[in-house]
């Protein structure tokens, strides 16, 4: 391979407390920590003064902050609530810009039938998102993995207010019965993120998640096509269950430059 990827991981997954996840990640050895922006990391629960601190925190530690996640308890379009979530979504994407990380991750809910009222209106949300995005400079990643190709790239072809990207995830694309590497091929122009975690299916609808390299995720044959694709954005890391988190992590970080050296 001829590059070294920007790895991360998912701060949650180490401690819910950040400045714990920091000292955790920093003797993991990777470079960034992905922060979770409703649960942990919340914007108005932090100055500015408290955002110098912690980038100031960071950096003495040798991270960077690879961008922040926003969990959605509805889908991203759904009339519930809708101009609450879309206000709470601008401020995040602001304080992704003030922490020197400008990518917001989130599920979009599904893509609605392109003939439904709802299609018309996700467009209309991901144009206001998009046009306060590029205003503030950030860029909002969407979890599409269980969408097909196609679908994925009609609704985002009707966002013209800018740029809008997809998180790209592997083990959920397994769960959804989809080919990883076929999905990336149709999609990789606009993948801006891409979620490292393994799984083997259970035979029903659902799968158990495993240490990486142990579940049906190819991850090298993965990193060879975001080589070939030039792929510049972070691999975050998140191993959400398990007897020891952080030794599983510690484990995939090895694993993945394993397989960068070609071991």
Known sequence: M???FRIAVAARCLDEMVPRAIQLASELGVAGLLFDARHQLRPEA???TGRRQLLHRLEKAGLSVAGLTFPLRHRLYDLELLDQR???LKNVLAFSFQLRAPLVTLP???VPDSASDDFGLAVEVLNDLAAHANRVGALIALN???EPPAAVRNLLGRVSAGPVAINFQPDQIILAGRDPEEQFRALYRDVQHVVVRDVVRDGTAGGEETPLGRG???WETLLQLLDEASYRGWLTLER???PDVVGDLSNAVA???RLERGD
Request: aromatic share 4%; no cysteine; proline share 0%.
């Open 108 to 110: 979009l809910g599904g």
């Open 46 to 48: 932090l100055s500015e």
């Open 240 to 242: 959400r269950s398990g």
């Open 144 to 146: 599409v993995s269980h």
């Open 255 to 257: 694993y993945l430059r």
């Open 2 to 4: 001829t590059k070294a």
């Open 86 to 88: 879309i206000a709470a």
């Open 216 to 218: 049906e995720v190819d």
